[in-house]
């Protein structure tokens, strides 16, 4: 029998064998123990691990050099008495049993236990991944009914905002016949103020109080009486073009702002588990930036509209005032103007001799006027007409200047936007200069017109007066069209 080792509760031998110990590979690479490392000392003896504790090594293999050395130590250990007097303090074969068996149930409930909390758990996943699913499709179709809603309040606003540019360009175009009606009655007042006055150098016995005068008065009185008028609906259609472009400036901004709240839910309504640019925004569940209700919502929209509609009606009716008021307005001056005509001619009837050369010259002046006049008014719609232009080459500009960071870029689109707001301004400094030049023109015109009349009344008698200068002055009365604020 060899000797194998020794503790202080029992000693170990084996027969002698030359094949015992198996290959050191086949050792190495099968064998894990539990136990401690078996270390040997010659000044000490070595004993098992009484509490358990777990090893991490492969037991060493005692190399063949050291053996007598060993066999040397056993031998010695065997003959303590306390070695084999400790032999009573071993655990019994039912504590072994009673061990292994805790270990298979203990072992049993864990994989048990593990089984339940992985069934449980797949359950929860495949649960809360259902309610994930549908609680993200239901927000989807909430998200696509709030766009539904958007794109008909959108609708909406656009159709009301065709109407009431269009009632806008309407009423425009109204004022604008307005003011040329108005413009047109300054011409016929001028005249009517200057036959009475050219009347008052009549000399001697002609110097009566008749009926050219009579109806000349008359004549001012009602043409002051449609200007009155016409001034008064002018300030009307003046403030309500401001109501209108107020009203219109509301429906745009909410149309703005729904585009953008359309364009935000609609890629909001796109997003997916998968898109691009999706993260974490801790605590903004718990931000609420909201300042309306979709009651509220709805009806702010739905007050613009009323709002629109009102203003665009309230638009429409002033319209048919401005046009009933043109035609009586020219009908009146245009009745008036016949009266007073035909108080000429039979006054003019019982005159005599003319001066045609004066009349001549008189009359050209008259059309030059009347043309230069033409000319100052297509200067001011051309100037008026590159008001627009501009307008638009300075908002580019301005709302250019909006890009965010690196795109604020001075490209060929500023450099040529730039070029275009000098060169409109050039323009219309042109213009402006060609105005001054028209209207001095005009200045000249008027003073070259009252050097003939005073040349005629220093040369004229009863007869020039009223034939040559008060009649040709009253030729210039405007048609009915333009009365009206045609052309």
Known sequence: MELIGSTQLATYSRPKSSNFLPAISTTASSYKSLQPF???NQNSNWRTNMYFKSGNGIPSIIPISQKETLDLVRSKTMFYPSNRTALMTRYTPEDWYKSNQNNYRDSELSRKSAERLRKETIWLIQDRDQCTRRTQENTSRILGERLNDISFWRSELGHEIDNMVTEIAALTEVKRRLERALTETDGPLQVSQECLFHREKRMSIDLVHDDVEKALIKEVEVIKSCQERMRRILDRAIAQLASNRSAQHELERDL??????QRIDDRCHQLSNASDGIG??????RLDPSVSLPDTWSKFTDDNILHCQSERAA???LRDEIEVLLHTTSNEMWNQFNSVNIAFTGRISEMADTKNILQAHLAKTLQEIYQTEVLIETLKKAI??????????Q?????RTRRPNVELCRDNPHHRLVSEVKEIEDTINSLRERLKQAENTLQNLVKTKVALEHDLSLKANSLFLDQEKCMSMRKSFPS???LVGYT
């Open 315 to 317: 638009s429409h009716k």
């Open 256 to 261: 703005n702002d729904k585009v953008s709240a």
């Open 38 to 40: 078996l270390t040997t």
């Open 480 to 482: 009915t069209p333009r």
């Open 384 to 393: 008026r007409d590159k008001e627009s232009p501009l307008k638009v080459a």
């Open 395 to 399: 908002t580019r500009l301005e709302e």
């Open 280 to 285: 974490y925004y801790r605590g903004i569940e």
